[in-house]
Each structure stands twice: as structure tokens, then as C-alpha cells.
């Protein structure tokens, strides 16, 4: 009896460590997406090239199924409108994710912005936020603009 009571708590445990783990992974997703979606934003107009390079960039990234994407998308949106803010998004960010992965997130963010081949002020800026938000160095930030300029 006692084996059994103990394989029944572990079986229970790994399915919660697991199901933690899915949710951890869409929390990542959801926070990604809020902040490809408050770049396309951020210009005060939401042109289609940057909404659907938000779509492309998430879908490629993430290798997410068409339904998946759109759901991710309408999250993604639903909870930037209701944002005060975008530091609990790259808080998240900040303590799952490596510093190559911060640099994808950012890269990411400057090919949304660049998608109208434009970079308004306030794109700049908030990446600019963020990448402060994520702890990356301004020579990386700027690193990876070029990078992205030049292709």
C-alpha cells in the first residue's frame, strides 16, 4: 500500500511539474507576443506590413500552428490593452530566458519596427525600454539593429 501511495504522489507531482512547465512555456509565448504587438503599436498606427511581420516572426520563432498563432495573437492583444505596463512581461522574460535568447526577443522587436521599413521615434524608444527592461548592453542593442538593418 505504501508503494502504491507513493507511485500515486509522484505520478501526481510529475503531472503537475509538467503541466508548470506548459504553462511556463505559454506564459513565454504570451509575453513575447505582447511585446512584438506593443512595438507594431507603438507608432500610433498599426500598419498591415508590421502585423503580419508580428504574425511571421511569432509563427517562425515559436513554430506554432496557424490556429495556435491566431489565438497567441488575440492574448497577446487582450493583455497589452489591459497593461499598465510592460515590466511584469519582461521580468518574466528576464529571469527564464538566456542572454542569446533576450537578443532574439530584441532582435525580434527591431524587425517588427523595421517592417515599414521606418523606425519612428517611439519604436525606438521602447525597444530601447525593453532591452533596459532585459538587461542588454546598449553596443548588443545597437549590434542587433545593424544586424537587422543590413539584411
Do not use: C
Not at 35 to 40: D, G, H, M, Q, R
Not at 95 to 113: G, T
Not at 114 to 127: N, P, S
Not at 131 to 149: P, W
Amino acid at each position: 500500500m505504501l508503494k502504491a501511495l507513493t507511485a500515486f504522489f509522484d505520478q501526481s507531482l510529475g503531472a503537475q511539474v509538467s503541466g508548470s512547465s506548459e504553462n511556463r512555456e505559454r506564459e513565454l509565448q504570451i509575453a513575447t507576443a505582447v511585446l512584438l504587438v506593443e512595438v507594431a503599436r507603438a507608432d500610433f498606427s498599426e500598419e498591415e506590413v508590421e502585423i503580419e511581420a508580428v504574425g511571421d516572426l511569432l509563427k517562425s520563432h515559436l513554430g506554432l500552428s496557424h490556429d495556435d498563432l491566431a489565438t497567441l495573437i488575440d492574448e497577446a492583444q487582450r493583455q497589452a490593452d489591459h497593461a499598465a505596463s510592460l515590466q511584469a512581461f519582461t521580468r518574466q522574460l528576464h529571469e527564464e530566458l538566456s542572454l542569446d535568447e533576450k537578443h532574439r526577443i530584441i532582435e525580434l522587436l527591431w524587425r517588427v519596427a523595421l517592417a515599414d521599413e521606418t523606425l519612428d521615434k517611439h519604436e525606438d524608444h521602447l525597444i530601447r525600454k525593453v532591452a533596459g527592461l532585459l538587461y542588454i548592453s546598449h553596443g548588443d542593442l545597437i549590434r542587433i539593429r545593424n544586424r537587422v538593418t543590413d539584411h
